[in-house]
Nanobody, 115 residues
Framework: QVQLVESGGGLVQAGGSLRLSCAPS????????MGWYRQAPGKQRELVAT??????TNYADSVKDRFTISRDNKNTVYLQMNSLKPEDTAVYYC??????????WGQGTQVTVSS
């Protein structure tokens, strides 16, 4: 079973930056879209950003103009997070969705922003 492996989380002060990466442990065919989601304590998981196989991007309003999602030709997806705020603190999960609507999820990486 292919797994998504995330890296790049950590502790940062407000106003700082982090870059998350997510790569599959094997090849995933027919990826339609990749994305990042997050879940803060006591809250539901929410969409942060997505990027399609045609490089169309979508962002949550709360992260527009601060976060940038990108991908490379090796099926790795990145999330550059700038101007981080304490409310960005959460576990961040990457997600791959295929054209057959099958989804893969990463194990999550903790991002903590101190004030």
């Amino acid at each position: 079973q292919v797994q998504l492996v995330e890296s790049g989380g950590g502790l940062v002060q407000a106003g700082g930056s982090l870059r998350l990466s997510c790569a599959p442990s094997g090849y995933i065919f027919n990826v339609e879209a990749m994305g990042w989601y997050r879940q803060a304590p006591g809250k539901q998981r929410e969409l942060v950003a997505t990027i399609t196989s045609r490089d169309s991007t979508n962002y949550a309003d709360s992260v527009k103009d601060r976060f940038t999602i990108s991908r490379d030709n090796k099926n790795t997806v990145y999330l550059q997070m700038n101007s981080l705020k304490p409310e960005d603190t959460a576990v961040y999960y990457c997600n791959f969705r295929t054209w057959l609507r099958y989804e893969y999820w990463g194990q999550g990486t903790q991002v903590t922003v101190s004030s």
